[in-house]
């Protein structure tokens, strides 16, 4: 397992347009994170998962976010008509919850989105 | 809301010095973790150390060292002998035992000159 995957590493889109990111966590992690990193901030939650189910979502995640955890495995975080405001980092992270507490988290080197 | 707060935006050492990142959190919880995350440029964040709140003894890995004040509020990160691969950004991160998601601090920018 080579650890957190994130696709693409860079996207450029224009203003309004839909853009789509993809996590592959570490296999046997059952929980995942989206967090966004604007530049020079720490990351900011966004929302998790556990195995297929969203659990929590921040205030952050206006309407025009949606992600998705199909099967518990790979995850997908959509943005809809896209702002300038949404440039940023959007990282991914994954660990797993062993009932007595949680493991270690582990990042992916993240999706760096540019809005024009 | 947990805050974390990281009032040194940057700082610079030479090699081989010690250096000593500040972090200071909010929180009226009395069981949680707190973390110190490096981001090297364009690479992924990694864990560096990890102090569970209920443990007195300050967490130590190798070169790395907390100095953690529960009733202050403060986990400060100590580095010794200090390397080039050591430049980053440095994360401050706080998680409360029965939350999920980390809360982080603003990062310090660290800058190890040969």
């Known amino acids: 397992d080579t650890g957190v995957s994130q696709d693409p590493r860079h996207k450029i889109t224009k203003r309004g347009q839909n853009v789509t990111f993809r996590c592959d966590p570490i296999?046997?992690?059952?929980?995942l994170y989206w967090y966004r990193q604007t530049l020079g901030q720490g990351p900011e939650f966004l929302t998790y998962f556990q195995n297929e189910a969203q659990l929590e979502k921040s205030r952050l995640l206006s309407d025009r976010f949606s992600a998705e955890r199909p099967k518990g495995s790979f995850s997908t975080l959509e943005i809809q008509r896209t702002e300038q405001g949404d440039s940023a980092m959007y990282l991914c992270?994954?660990?797993?919850?062993?009932?007595?507490?949680?493991?270690?988290?582990?990042f992916g080197q993240g999706t760096r989105l540019t809005v024009v | 809301a947990q805050t974390v707060t990281q009032s040194q935006p940057e700082m610079s050492v030479q090699e081989a010095e010690t250096v000593t990142l500040s972090c200071t959190y909010d929180t009226s919880e009395n069981n949680y973790y707190l973390f110190w995350y490096k981001q090297p440029p364009s690479r992924q964040m990694i864990l560096v150390i990890r102090?569970?709140?209920?443990?007195?003894q300050n967490a130590t890995e190798n070169r790395f060292s907390v100095n953690f004040q529960k009733a202050a509020k403060s986990f400060s990160l100590k580095i010794s002998d200090s390397q080039l691969g050591d430049t980053a950004m440095y994360f401050c991160a706080f998680m409360n035992q029965g939350a999920q998601k980390l809360v982080f601090g603003q990062g310090t920018r660290l800058t190890i000159n040969p």
């Open positions: 992270a994954s660990n797993e919850n062993l009932g007595r507490g949680a493991t270690e988290a582990f």
């Open positions: 102090q569970e709140a209920y443990k007195q």
């Open positions: 296999s046997e992690h059952n929980r």
